[in-house]
C-alpha cells in the first residue's frame, strides 16, 4: 500500500473486555512504532519494534498492553481488561530507523465505556 | 518535569500574518529533533528532522531552527490550509529509541 494503514479506525469496549488494534506498515520499512495520544495531550511513547531484533517495550504502561509483530509485517497491539483511562487514539508509524521520517497511520479512536 | 515545551498553545493569525511556533527542551544529549504536522482526525505527517544546533530547514512557508536549547519553526505569510496543530518530538542518546513529545500548537489562520 501507498502508507500505513490501521484498523479499526474507531472502537469502541466495555470495561474488562480485550482490544486488539492492527498496523500494516509501509512495505520495506524495518522498523515500527506504537503511540497513545489522549485528548489534548502529546504522543505517548509505547513500544518499538526493529527488524527481528527484541522489542523495546519501555513505554508499556502496564502488563495489560501487550505487541506483536512477526519479521516487518503487521503489528498488533493488544490491550487486556481494559479501563476506562485506556481510552485514546492509538497511532502506528513506520520507518527504516530510529532516526529516519516516521510515516504514521490515520490512528485508532478506541473508546472504553 | 516535562522534556519538551512548546508554546503558546493555541494562536490564531490573520492570513498573511507571520509568527512562530516555539519548542524548548532541557535534557541534554539531543540525537535529533522532529516537526511534525497534525490535521484532526490523522496521524502526525513529518515536516523537518534537525540534528545540531544552527542547523536551518525550509518547506515553502515553513522554516524551523536549532538552537542548544530550543527550535522555532517560524510560519512565513501563512495560508488558512496552514491551520493545524505543531507538534515537536525529540529523541536524546542516553534514552534509546523512545520519542518525547510535545503538546502542540493548535494554529488557525483566519482568511
Known amino acids: 500500500g501507498a502508507g500505513v494503514s490501521q484498523s479499526p479506525s474507531n472502537k469502541v469496549t466495555e470495561k474488562g473486555k480485550d482490544v486488539e488494534l492492527r498496523c500494516d506498515p509501509i512495505s520495506g520499512h524495518t522498523a515500527l512504532y506504537w503511540y497513545r495520544q489522549r485528548l489534548g495531550q502529546g504522543l505517548e511513547f509505547l513500544i518499538y519494534?526493529?527488524?527481528?531484533?527484541?522489542?523495546?517495550k519501555s513505554g508499556l504502561p502496564s502488563d495489560r498492553f501487550s505487541a506483536e509483530r512477526t519479521g516487518e509485517s503487521v503489528s498488533t497491539l493488544t490491550i487486556q481488561r481494559t479501563q476506562q483511562e485506556d481510552s485514546a487514539v492509538y497511532l502506528c508509524?513506520?520507518?527504516?530507523?530510529?532516526?529516519?521520517?516516521?510515516?504514521f497511520g490515520p490512528g485508532t479512536r478506541l473508546t472504553v465505556l | 518535569e516535562d522534556q519538551v515545551t512548546q508554546s503558546p498553545e493555541a494562536l490564531r493569525l490573520q492570513e498573511g500574518e507571520s509568527s512562530s511556533l516555539n519548542c524548548s527542551y532541557t535534557v541534554s544529549g539531543l540525537r535529533g529533533l522532529f516537526w511534525y504536522r497534525q490535521d484532526p482526525g490523522k496521524g502526525p505527517e513529518f515536516l523537518f528532522t534537525l540534528y545540531s544546533a544552527g542547523e536551518e530547514k525550509e518547506k515553502e512557508r515553513l522554516k524551523a531552527t536549532l538552537t542548544k536549547k530550543e527550535s522555532f519553526l517560524h510560519i512565513t505569510a501563512p495560508k488558512p490550509e496552514d491551520s493545524a496543530t505543531y507538534l515537536c518530538a525529540l529523541l536524546y542518546s542516553n534514552t534509546g529509541n523512545q520519542f518525547y513529545f510535545g503538546t502542540g500548537t493548535s494554529l488557525t489562520v483566519i482568511p
Open positions: 508509524a513506520s520507518t527504516f530507523s530510529v532516526t529516519d521520517t516516521q510515516y
Open positions: 519494534f526493529q527488524g527481528n531484533s527484541a522489542p523495546d
